[in-house]
């Protein structure tokens, strides 16, 4: 998670970026719509994941 992400204490993580930091980097680089916290400004499209378990 980056560090300036404005998360409460009671947040449960779901799961971890193993590969692809490049991308979620490039996402947050782009920036958010209205400013401080809300959706990425940059269209996002999932096309794949992996689960393990």
Same mark, same amino acid.
């Given at each position: 998670?980056?560090?300036?992400?404005?998360?409460?204490?009671?947040?449960? +993580?779901? &799961?971890?970026? @193993?590969? #692809?930091? =490049?991308?979620?980097? !490039?996402? +947050?680089? &782009?920036?958010? @719509?209205? #400013?401080? =916290?809300?959706?990425? !400004?940059?269209?996002?499209?999932?096309?794949?994941?992996?689960? =393990?378990?």
């Amino acid at each position: 998670m980056h560090s300036h992400a404005n998360i409460p204490p009671a947040y449960t +993580v779901l &799961g971890r970026v @193993v590969e #692809g930091m =490049d991308v979620l980097d !490039a996402i +947050v680089a &782009g920036g958010i @719509v209205g #400013g401080e =916290d809300g959706e990425p !400004a940059l269209p996002v499209e999932i096309e794949d994941v992996e689960i =393990d378990g």
